[in-house]
């Protein structure tokens, strides 16, 4: 099974709200990071956090994370439709030496 | 920066056959992997490289499987024979660091269809 897993699965928002994505995981982790993938690319990275922070920002993205829960979110505030894309995280654990992508969740953001 | 850049972009071949994916880095970057992403397994770590060595190989499928590294510039993934369920998009990325902490630089992948 996957080392981190996405919810929810998918999302759909209107342009100007605010877009939640949360990641769950099961093991210990160095960091954690979140990806987007737009429809026929690779992914592309967009904020790491380690585990001894809280909370992170980056522009329109803040990223929490809660190592007692083994949980993170990612919130992009004032969509635009151009957000519209996967979004993955991806664990780097402190058991392995591999950097474990979940499913992702699909936000799509209608104009 | 050009990114990593793979070719093929598309691929489509028949059952039996041999296919080779190929991955540039960008210039500088020490560490390698290959990903597999489909629908139903979603992105699978197949191995990665650092300074040109195999790290881990454990999520290679099979022995039709094979990927090597000649130099910093260049890597390759080779399936022979090739299946049905090989089909997948194939995906290279880099990475300054390894997995210490350091963002991975994707590709575009390439799209493999085995028929």
């Known amino acids: 099974s996957q080392q981190g897993e996405e919810d929810p699965q998918a999302l759909s928002i209107q342009e100007g709200e605010n877009a939640t994505m949360n990641c769950s995981y099961k093991?210990?982790?160095?960091?954690l990071q979140w990806y987007r993938q737009n429809s026929g690319r690779g992914l592309v990275h967009l904020i790491l956090?380690?585990?001894?922070?809280r909370e992170k920002h980056s522009g329109r993205l803040r990223v929490t994370l809660d190592t007692s829960k083994k949980s993170s979110s990612l919130l992009i505030t004032a969509s635009r439709a151009a957000d519209t894309a996967s979004y993955f995280c991806?664990?780097?654990?402190?058991?392995?030496?591999?950097?474990?992508f979940g499913g992702g969740t699909r936000l799509m953001v209608k104009p | 920066d050009a990114g990593v850049i793979q070719s093929p972009r598309h691929e489509v071949t028949e059952m039996g056959q041999e296919v080779t994916l190929r991955c540039k880095p960008i210039?500088?970057?020490?560490?390698l992997f290959w990903y597999r992403q489909t629908m139903m397994r979603g992105l699978e770590l197949l191995i990665y490289f650092n300074n040109n060595v195999p790290i881990d190989d454990s999520g290679m499928p099979e022995d039709r499987f094979s990927a090597k590294m000649p130099n910093a510039s260049f890597s390759t993934l080779k399936i022979q024979p090739s299946e049905p369920r090989d089909s997948a998009v194939y995906f290279c990325a880099s990475s300054p660091q390894g997995l210490g902490g350091s963002p991975l630089h994707f590709g575009n992948g390439t799209r493999l269809t085995v028929t």
């Open positions: 210039s500088g970057h020490n560490s």
């Open positions: 991806a664990t780097d654990t402190k058991a392995g030496n591999m950097l474990t």
């Open positions: 956090i380690r585990s001894n922070e």
């Open positions: 093991t210990s982790i160095n960091n």
